[in-house]
């Protein structure tokens, strides 16, 4: 109860900044739990009232390795009333210039935002 309390008070009052992960200790584990972190993230940003907000799980080769690995991040428009696309994992969040029906160029674009520019997007699809 406690927990939900803050989480309420957090995003009434938190309006005016970027939006942080409710479930902030999911964070720790970084990139192994991706998918419950960009889910509790999402779901955070439904309690904010976010315009619109999708989870997105993709695909890309590994440069380094030549292995297909998989992702999961939050693409969101923030703040109400902007025309503004970010994108959330556990490394933080990231303005993104991509249309939000492109989920696949919104992957590629959070892969080279993330440092990893020659990692190639495979597939991406919305969690629905």
Not at 5 to 27: A, D, R, Y
Not at 43 to 50: D, N, T, V
Not at 69 to 76: M, Y
Not at 99 to 106: A, H, N, Q
């Amino acid at each position: 109860m406690k927990y939900l309390l803050s989480l309420l008070l957090l995003f009434t009052v938190s309006c005016t900044t970027m939006p942080q992960n409710p479930q902030k200790w999911m964070e720790w584990h970084g990139a192994n739990d991706c998918v419950p972190t960009a889910i509790a993230f999402k779901e955070g940003l439904k309690a904010s009232k976010c315009k619109w907000s999708k989870v997105v799980l993709y695909g890309y080769i590994d440069h380094e390795t030549g292995e297909q690995k998989g992702h999961a991040i939050v693409a969101f428009m923030y703040p109400i009333g902007k025309n503004q696309l970010w994108t959330y994992d556990f490394m933080g969040s990231y303005r993104t210039r991509a249309y939000i029906s492109d989920v696949k160029t919104i992957a590629q674009l959070a892969e080279i935002q993330r440092g990893r520019p020659l990692n190639v997007v495979v597939s991406a699809e919305f969690l629905e």
